[in-house]
Structures are given as C-alpha cells and as structure tokens.
C-alpha cells in the first residue's frame, strides 16, 4: 500500500486550489459548533493564503450513503472517489477541527492527499518560473545556429533541417524560421513555420523541426527570430556530400532473399569461412548462451486465489516435456491430501471435507508438490504471481506440461555457440580491426542481413573489385551478425515482439507461464559503463521490463562474448552496432543520469568533428543505394538525438577500450510524396523494405571500413591557425581552426605546450570551436594532433623541440 504521502502530486494540490474554500456553516449543522459563535469558527477555513491547517484528507467510509451523507452535510468533496477493500475512499477539504468533528461522527478520516507544505512548495515553484520568465522577458535572447542543411531523398525531393539554440530556456520562448527560394530571392520567399522545443530529462536542449520539412526549392539562407528578440540569419548547407557512383561493374551485391534465423545466419557465415578460407575465419565466441530453451509448465485454475502452476526441473527437450500433472477428487469423504507420482505422471489425491467436496486450497497442493520427495524431483510448484493461493482448487485431468517452444526440429534447443566471420588478408592482429555486430535486439529482423550482406560483399567481390581488395587487405573485420541468437529464435518462432535474450530471471511470482514472453535480459543495457547500477537512466531492474538490465553487469554471455573479443583482439580500433528501426546514425557518449541530466562525459571536440566528418561519408554510402538521407537531426551522440541507454554496448567499448563505438538504427521512416509525411518502417517491415535496408546499410558498414581504412593509413599531419574572432580595448577573442578534425592544445603563460595543456572545446553541444577571450597582449603557443595520434609540425608534445606553433595577439594600445 502506498502511503498517502506517495500519492501528494500537483495534479490533486490543483483541485485543492480550484475548489471554493468557504465553507458554509449552515450547510453543515451536523457538525457540532466548537466555538461559541459561528463567526470565530468561519476564519478555520480561510482565503488560500492563509490555509491553517486545511489539507486534503482521505475519507474511507462504508458505502455510497455514507457519501451522499458526507454530501448533504455540506463536506467539500473532491471530484474523486475509488472502492477500497473497507468501502469507498473519498476525498475532502478539512480544516482540522473540521476533521476532528467528522472523526467524533465515527468518520474514518485519514492522512493527507496533499496539505499546505505542497501549496507552499507549489507556490514557490511557480515563482521561480515566473521570475526566470521575467527574466528571460527582460533581455533580448541570443541565438545560436547549431545545424542549418537542406538534402535529398529518396525520389529526389528536396528537405529541409535547421537547429538553434537560444539562451532563453523556457517554455514561453517561441522561435520562427524562414528561408528564401533560392538565390536571389526575398529572405521569406521560401517559406516561414514555428520551431519546436526540444527538451530531454527536464532540460531545454534547442529548437529544430520535429521531422524535416519538404521543400520545392532548396533555399540559400535561413533565418531565424525569437520573441524574445533574438534573430540569426545563417547559410544553408548541403548534408551529405555528392551521391557516390556506383561501384566498378564488376561489383556483385544482393545476397539476402529472406529473413533468416540465427542457425541459417551462423551457417552461412560458417559456408562462408569454408569457401574464404584465404582470406577469412571463424572465430567462435568462448561463452554458450543459455540457449533456445525453457522448463515445461502447465498451469490449473482461472481466479488467481485458486490458481497454481508447475515449472519441470528439466528443461522441456530434456525431459520436462514428458511429465504430466493431474489434480484428482477422490471418490470418498474427508480424504487426506496426498500426491502419488508413477514414471513422469504426477497425481495429486485432492482433499475431501465430510460432504467429499474438494477442500485442497492451491497454497496446500503447492506445499504438498513441493514436499513430496518424487514430485519435487521433477517439478516445483508455486501459487500465482505471490498469491496466498486461499481459495479451493478445481480437479484437472491429467495435463502434459510444455516449453511452448514452436521452432522447428533444425533450431538446437541446446546452448548455442556463437560465431564471428573475421575477414582480411592478414589476421595475426596487425592491421586495424573493425567489429561489425547485429541484432543485440532479437526483433530487429534487417540487421543480421545488414551484416551478413557486408560479408558475402567483402567475399565475393575480394577478387572482382579493386576497392574491397583494398579493405580487406589492409583491414581486420570481425563481423557478428546475431549477438542474441536465442532471442532471435524466440522472436522468429515464438513471439515476434521479443527485444531481449531468452533467460528468466524472475522469481516464482513472475514465473508463471503467462509470463514467458516477459523473461529476459536486455543485452544493450547489460554492460558495465554508465549502467543501471551506476545510477544511470534508460534500463529498468524489473526482470520483467522490456529494458531489464539483468542482476548484475556482464552477467549475460552474450554480453561477456562482445568483451570478449574486443579483448582479445585489441587491434579492434572500430565498432558499429546496428539496430533498427528509426535512421540514425549515433556515437558516445550513450547515458546519462537523470538528475541534472549528468552526462558520461562527451568526446573531445577533435573526436568529435571527426565523427561530423565521418558521418558525411558513411551516410552518403547508406543514400547510394536509393537515396534515403539519415537526417541531421538523427546524427550525433545517443542522448542529444534519441535517449539515455544505460549500459550499453558502443560506451562499454569506447570507455574502457577507447574503441569508436557507433551505432545504427537502419530503416529510416520513408516519406510519403502524397501525404507529405514521413512514415516509420517498424521492426519487421515486408521483406520488400527490409531487404532495401540491408542493402543501404550494407553500404553504410562499408562506409565505415573506408573510414577505418583511411584513419589505419593516415600518415598526414594536421595544420592549424589561430583566428582572432574579436578585439575591444581592453580584450581580444580568439579561436583555432584546423584543416582537418583534430585536437589543440595552448598555453597562454608562454610554457611550452604538452599533451596536459588546455585543449580547445566546442562551445556547446553541436557548436563550433569555443572562443578564447584574453584581457593582455599574450603569446599563445599550441599544437594540432590528429585522431591517427599524427601531430602537427612532427611536434613532439613530450620532448624538448620548439617547434610549437606560437603567435602573439594583442590587446589594447599594443595594437
Ligand atoms: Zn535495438
């Protein structure tokens, strides 16, 4: 029972508020007077000001006349009332002498829904939002563009994507775009629409448009305005880059024609090894699932008092599929209750009273089940979901408990070996590594063709086409296209909607057979940074949620094979997990603590501009196959764009292996020229889609080698200068700009730059470079390294050299 404390929300402090407080005193003569004149008692329920002590209290009584009763004595009734085990559970505003008169009426008054504490704090609250708003009110608000792109897709339409910041975070903060149509056309030609807030865990993040707005021209500049006063005029770029051609013509692709379980996916990457024994492997992970198995249940009864159900000890295959359980009423009068167990058939003699009726309850067969030493063998017995299992149980015949398991024969219900296709030429560790892994989430039927299509393509065209020579040649790939097979047999045979692997943690009161579609772990929030455990938000510890993060970290094999093999071959420098459904493309950090919206702490902007850049080149690999442009809006790190994910997979590899950990969403919604709507694609969209998914995405992880390829071969140095941004009479603002994604770090006390200095931050999420503000003429020394670790000059940030970059900015009359 929650205590009345638990239930003080703001919805019901309003109800206090919106009810009339006087009283009439006449209305209530049953109400004994407690002072001498009906004057000195009206004040106990005064103005909202000054509330006294009147709360809102929980009135149980017996029945609706007690009620109506409550009513005519003229009581302040909310607008509430719910049956409870004594009765009916009112509500009422009451002073405490009201209260007190009502209990001496025999009224059972209880504990408080709210009281003036929560007006207070109410009130203080919703001060302070005034006060922030007559704030923001009061200054013109500055804007910051983040993003501003316009692409096309599909069949060609034009879209699109603007994204800003302004230093006004309230809700009463409205911003409006407008664009032009082109070149040499009126700034508002194009079109103008309000902006939405987007707010996560409580905080205002920026405005953008919910979905990316369709477009008959594609528009040089945007132009944004808030009533606040704040206004910014940006250039609209282009997001992604040129559509790439399409491979040699020797390129073969296309070798997914279904929707495959994960014993066809692992044997056909198994006949893969087999016929690329030159220049691929298997490599099988060390843990077993649990497998594609369950205990044999059966349950008896239809009221949950009367109810109990039976789990075999051995799993169904193994034996548990075999045993029956019959309930039986004996033919005679004040029998004892007793169970007989022959072979695999258990029989339980039910209890008789003197008139031979049943008088077995389901907590007494439960009890006798488990004590009796040739049943308990083969089966444990419970009451249903933590029942006292009170109420007599009905006699059953005898029923053959079952794993209701519906895969055919060719799906082991053994535990199942794990296997991984690593593909390149030279596999002894010295070439940089790539892990491409698929369905983490059993539902997610398009990504294990996903990574199947990017095996057989690297295969097959090893021989045919000059650039997959070169990936697999100078690449380590280590590809895993179902990271939850027993998951995936289950949502393919079973029950499509499975998220998680397939092994029960549940105790007996969420054991029942009903719940078998409920059981799981999670497998992307099943590992160990920024966990469940840790405090972070997105992954729940009920063993029944759809985002149960397991009992512990790691605690799943499935999960322990990914560190596994990101250990054991620490040459893995790449990651992508691909899950569907939605288009995006994310990396790290994945979580963060609700409370203040606490954050795993986000990549260095170097880092950061490289996955920016990155992203342009896989994207535009996903749009070659037929245009589908993964939005702005949908490229980032997980929380800025989609959610917190609490111990997943892309931040266990980044945080504790300092591997690129990036994810995918494939099937991105389709828009619909018609309607003008984007539509999502869903889990398991007609094979038709899903194979245009496999095919895009496909290209998108080949997308990701060439990236890994050009970072394992990236020899060149980084270039940097130093832009003075501002300068005032007693200031001077500067930033640095490289020419390709890259870390800097600067002194400004003349000290010779190393990798400890201060290393140059973007200004905020998705911004540019921050600005540097001195107040004196300084000497700034610094120096660029790239994401291969390639440092600017051959700079060597631990040695003696000076061959630093340095350059003097000055402020005041130095100038
Ligand atoms: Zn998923």
């Known amino acids: ?320 599929n075999d045993i029956s359980v019959a309930l039986v009423r004996p033919d005679a009068a004040s029998a004892a209750l007793s169970v007989s167990v022959s072979g695999k058939d258990v029989v339980v003699n039910l209890g008789t009273d003197g008139s031979g009726a049943i008088n077995s309850t389901a907590v007494q067969v439960v009890t006798a089940l488990n004590g009796d030493a040739a049943a308990s063998a083969l089966l444990t017995a419970a009451t249903y979901r933590g029942n006292a299992g009170a109420g007599l149980v009905a ?148 063993c029944t949620s759809d985002t149960f993060a397991g009992p512990a970290e790691l605690s799943e094999p499935e999960a322990r094979n990914q560190v596994w093999l990101t250990t054991r071959f620490p040459n893995i420098k790449f990651a992508m997990n691909t899950h569907s459904y939605g288009g995006y493309f994310m990396w790290p950090p994945g979580a963060y603590k609700a409370a203040g919206r606490e954050l795993l702490p986000r990549v260095d902007y170097g880092t950061e501009n490289f996955f920016w850049k990155a992203s342009d080149h896989i994207l535009s690999a996903v749009q070659s196959w037929r245009g589908t442009a993964i939005w702005p809006g949908r490229t980032g790190p997980v929380p800025d764009v989609l959610y917190s994910a609490a111990g997943n997979s892309a931040d266990e590899h980044w945080f504790n292996r300092g591997i690129i950990g990036w994810d995918f969403e494939v099937g991105a919604d389709v828009y619909n020229p018609e309607t003008k709507r984007f539509q999502a694609v869903g889990f398991q969209p007609p094979f038709e889609e899903g194979h245009e998914e496999a095919m895009e995405f496909a290209a998108g992880q080949i997308g990701i080698l060439e990236v890994a390829r050009s970072f394992s071969g990236d020899k060149k140095q980084p270039k940097s200068e130093l832009s003075v941004t501002g300068q005032t009479g007693t200031s001077a603002t500067f930033t640095f700009k490289t020419d390709e994604p890259a870390n800097v770090y600067y002194t400004l006390d003349g000290s010779r730059p190393t990798l400890g200095s201060t290393k140059l931050a973007a200004a905020g999420m998705r911004e540019s470079a921050q600005q540097i503000t001195i107040d004196k003429t300084t000497e700034i020394r610094w120096f660029a390294v790239d994401i291969a670790g390639n440092v600017e000059n051959n700079y060597k940030p631990d040695g003696n050299g000076k061959n630093y970059r340095k350059e003097k900015v000055k402020v005041g009359d130095a100038r």
């Not at 070149?183 to 953008?208: L, V, W």
């Not at 199942?416 to 997610?444: N, P, W």
């Open 1 to 320: 029972m929650r205590s009345p404390l638990n239930g003080r929300r703001a919805g019901r402090v309003a109800v206090v508020l919106a009810l009339p407080l006087a009283l009439s005193l006449s209305a209530m003569p049953v109400l004994a007077d407690p002072a001498p004149q009906a004057s000195e008692v009206a004040p106990d329920r005064q103005s909202s000001t000054e509330q006294n002590g009147v709360a809102l209290l929980r009135v149980i009584v017996p029945d609706q006349e007690a009620v109506d009763r409550l009513n005519t004595m003229g009581v302040d009734l909310a607008e509430y009332k719910r049956s409870v085990d004594e009765g009916l559970e009112v509500h009422a505003v009451l002073s405490p002498e009201e209260a007190q008169e009502l209990r001496v009426l025999g009224f059972d008054v209880r504990g408080a829904i709210s009281d003036q504490t929560d007006v207070a704090e109410n009130r203080a609250a919703r001060q302070e939002a005034l006060t922030k708003a007559a704030e923001a009110a009061a200054d013109t608000d500055t804007l910051t563009p983040l993003r501003a792109e316009w692409f096309t897709s599909l069949d060609g339409e034009y879209f699109l994507a603007v994204e800003v910041k302004s230093s006004a975070t309230d809700a009463q903060t409205v911003l409006t775009a407008t664009w032009d149509s082109g070149k040499n056309t009126a700034p508002d030609s194009g079109g103008t629409t309000t902006m939405s807030r987007f707010t996560d865990a409580g905080q205002y993040m920026y405005h953008r448009f919910n979905s990316p707005l369709a477009l008959t021209a594609v528009p040089t500049k945007v132009t944004v305005t808030s009533n606040r006063g704040g206004s910014v005029t940006v250039p609209v770029t282009k997001w992604l880059g040129e559509r790439r051609k399409a491979p040699s013509k020797h390129y073969v692709a296309d070798f997914v024609d279904r929707y495959m379980d994960p014993t066809e996916l692992t044997g056909r990457i198994t006949a893969l090894a087999a016929e690329f024994p030159k220049i691929s492997q298997i490599v099988d992970l060390p843990n077993k699932t649990n497998g594609y198995r369950r205990a044999a249940q059966a349950q008896f009864g239809t009221v949950a008092a009367s109810t109990l159900y039976v789990s075999s000890k051995a799993y169904g295959h193994e034996g548990g």
């Open 395 to 542: 006699a059953a015949a005898a029923t053959k408990l079952t794993d209701n398991l519906k895969a055919p024969a060719t799906v082991s219900r053994d535990p199942f070996q794990m296997k991984a296709l690593r593909i390149g030429k030279k596999r002894d560790g010295s070439k940089t590594g790539v892990f491409l892994y698929c369905q983490e989430h059993a539902r997610e039927w398009v990504t294990p063709l996903v990574c199947l299509e990017t095996a057989e393509r690297l295969l097959r065209n090893y021989a045919r086409d000059a650039e997959t020579k070169k990936l697999v040649d100078d690449l380590d790939i280590f590809i895993l296209p179902t990271s939850n097979p027993d998951g995936g047999h289950y949502s393919m045979y079973d029950y499509n909607m499975q998220r998680r692997n397939m092994f029960n943690h549940c105790d007996v009161n969420n054991g029942d057979p009903a719940r078998r579609n409920s059981w799981g772990v999670d497998l992307n929030r099943n590992f160990s940074v920024g966990s469940v455990f840790d405090g972070y938000s997105g992954a729940s510890t009920v």
